[in-house]
């Protein structure tokens, strides 16, 4: 069994993990990059079916599900260790690159488990490994937001687990399979469990709040891996559920209007993370294969474009020290590769036709046209332009070429950062060109074709407007060092008066509670310590105090004496 | 911005909208493709609405100091 079990994907990584600290620092990490290298030869090369069964209790765990869906986010999520690999290379934390490592695994174990009990468990790693990569910052705000992201995790987990539970006692199987359209309360859970991963407003407000605060290298994979791998849960539980087309439309713009008013660049990338996945959210609300297929590329080509683009904020906070808006700008000419490679991520995602970003996004609208869901298409466009204005235009303008705002120290950047940030740009314009490479390994066949000319007429005539629209009204955007309230308000805000009323407050109680029985005590041991004081009070006979505790050693000799004799007595008496 | 980068964006501009008026003329597979360059205005009008909805949302609520949770 034990040895079976290596045949799994997300068990290599996670053994990684574990024999990383084994390893001698200078080796580290290449061997980093060798276990997502043979996971992803492992996801390659397995056969199709459920490979590996295990008991458990009365049930079967399907441990390594393998399908076409399952194959490509295991490709992506390997793909995406490796390069991340590459980007951290420099990097000596252990911590960091253990708990990277068992994060991705938890990824591939959710991509490839074929039941619920296998998906939570993996899903419950990704949490607890991830929230190391926040911490790993070492900053009190770092601290902070790590445990708040850790805690909304757990809370998700129980909401995923609840439905799992509820689902298996109103007779559910325990296999992972789509799930009918209906608003039980195992499903709303289940949905609401993944809905919280995939950052679904407004249970969203985790990944904005932690993405900013984690470390340059942590926040490339946070950014490919939790909302995916949720995603992926989603295509596969929850297709067809109409409820999501416009659950989907909402994250979009909602992401969109979060990142044109942020300040911190790596946070205007985290809520366009929420923004992008609305696209998918939507597609796999139609759930029509084209619009799943669509979803699945979207995810893929998302990976890349988002992660490299993360690299590159990363390279300049490596850079410059800081993150924020407010004090960026002026110093393009000192970085102009990694202003080429942002700029590659950013036109992907903007939908720049020839880039990866375009032929998914025209897959999703496909779908959106074929269903006759005419709004959502127009409200998606309306994402894309301000996708295209936060991520393609706002954020490079003024972190590289508006005007300096702070003397800012520009070091240089290590070369395997350049390197993997090289790659990522590779594969955006790779897919942008051979979009047939990625569709080749959808779920479903399909022969769309992205490049019409009515396409690029559209993505044309919107890009180059925005653009223009942009010059003459950036000064409308904010770049004021400001932060944006969220939901997670909800629970920051009373966070204080949470824990008076229920951290302070019983402590004071048991403080003061504690005080009293002591005193208490204290007057008791204090009253029995000579009683006879008190039977026999302080007098004054003949203008001199006779004190009752007070006599001298003869009489109380007598008086002891006397005492014994009637204890005596009494014994005789009695027995 | 130089003056060849907006020639170059006028250019794509204007071959987008030959495009449509020739290859696309009769193309009506949305409501809106009766409009002629809407995706232009949806992309200029579109961009202008978001910037000022956002800001507006921005002062009215979301925008805060950077110490409002530490206050």
């Known amino acids: ?77 390997s793909l995406i260790t490796i390069i991340g690999g590459i980007y951290a290379f420099h990097i000596k934390d252990l911590g960091q690159q253990s708990s990277a490592l068992a994060y991705a695994g938890g990824a591939l174990g959710v991509t490839f488990a074929g039941d619920f009990f296998t998906l939570f468990i993996f899903w419950e790693i990704m949490a607890a490994a991830s929230s190391y990569l926040i911490w790993a910052r070492e900053t009190k705000e770092s601290d902070k937001a790590g445990m708040r992201y850790l805690l909304v995790h757990i809370f998700g987990g129980g909401l995923l687990f609840t439905g799992i539970l509820l689902h298996l006692t109103s007779g559910g199987s325990l296999m992972i399979e789509s799930i009918e359209p209906a608003y039980t309360a195992a499903n709303i859970f289940m949905l609401l469990g993944v809905a919280l991963n995939t950052a679904v407003p407004p249970l969203h407000a985790w990944l904005a709040d932690a993405y900013p605060k984690a470390t340059i290298t942590g926040a490339v994979f946070m950014s490919a891996l939790t909302t995916k791998s949720a995603v992926y849960v989603m295509i596969r539980l929850f297709p067809g559920w109409e409820i999501l087309i416009w659950v989907g439309v909402v994250m979009a713009i909602y992401g969109t209007i979060y990142a044109l008013l942020a300040n911190d660049i790596r946070e205007i990338l985290a809520y366009s993370i929420i923004s992008q996945i609305g696209y998918m959210v939507t597609a796999i609300g139609i759930g029509s294969e084209l619009a ?89 466009l309306i994402a894309t332009i301000g996708t295209f204005l936060h991520t393609g235009l706002k954020l490079p303008y003024f972190t590289w ?45 399909t022969d769309f074709k992205p490049f019409s000319i009515y396409n690029f007429v559209e993505m044309t005539q919107i890009l180059v407007l925005a653009f223009a629209g942009f010059w003459f ?39 003061f509670t504690e005080d009293i029985t002591l ?30 505790d007070g006599f001298t050693a003869s009489m109380s000799a007598a008086l002891a004496f006397i005492l014994f004799g009637f204890l005596v007595a009494i014994l005789v008496v009695f027995l | 911005m130089k003056t060849w980068h907006w020639i170059a964006l006028g250019t794509l501009l204007i071959v987008s909208l030959i495009l449509e008026f020739t290859y696309l003329a009769d193309y009506a597979s949305h ?41």
Request: aromatic content about 12%; proline content about 6%.
């Open chain 1, 473 to 511: 009204l950036k000064k409308h955007l904010n770049i004021s060092s400001t932060i944006s309230l969220d939901t997670d308000w909800f629970y920051r805000r009373p966070a204080d008066l949470v824990q008076k009323a229920f951290v302070q407050a019983p402590n004071n109680l048991f403080g």
């Open chain 1, 292 to 380: 799943l297929n669509g979803a699945t590329a979207h995810a893929f080509n998302h990976i890349i474009y988002k992660s490299l683009l993360f690299m590159a904020a990363g390279a300049v906070i490596h850079a410059t020290g800081t993150s924020k808006l407010s004090e960026l700008g002026g110093f393009a000419k000192k970085m102009p590769l990694i202003i080429g490679l942002y700029m590659v991520g950013a036109l992907s995602i903007s939908g720049m036709p020839f880039l990866n970003g375009f032929v998914s996004k025209t897959m999703i609208s496909g779908a959106l046209g074929d269903a006759h869901l005419e709004w959502p298409i127009l409200l998606l």
């Open chain 1, 1 to 77: 069994m034990i040895v079976e079990l290596l045949s799994i994907p997300a068990i290599i990584l996670i053994l990684g993990a574990f024999v990383l600290p084994l390893l001698p620092e200078r080796i580290r990490s290449t061997a980093f990059i060798t276990f997502p290298l043979l996971a992803l030869a492992m996801v390659w090369t397995m056969p199709e079916g459920n490979l590996l069964q295990t008991p458990f209790a009365s049930y079967e765990l399907q441990l390594l599900a393998v399908d076409g869906l399952s194959r490509i986010f295991g490709i992506i999520f």
């Open chain 2, 31 to 71: 409501w809106w493709n009766h409009v002629p360059a809407f995706y232009a205005l949806l992309g200029g009008l579109g961009c202008a609405v978001l910037i000022f909805v956002s800001k507006g949302l921005g002062k009215i609520f979301i925008l805060s100091d950077e110490d409002y949770y530490d206050r």
């Open chain 1, 401 to 445: 070429f508006a005007e300096k705002k702070s003397e800012l120290e520009v070091s240089s950047i290590p070369t395997n950062m350049k390197v993997a940030m090289g790659i990522g740009a590779f594969f955006c314009i790779l897919f942008g060109l051979a979009p047939q490479l990625l569709y080749s390994q959808l779920p479903y066949p």
């Open chain 1, 519 to 548: 005193k208490l005590a204290n007057k008791l041991s204090a009253l029995s310590k000579n009683p006879i004081r008190y039977m026999l009070p302080a007098f004054t006979s003949e203008g001199r105090e006779v004190k009752s």
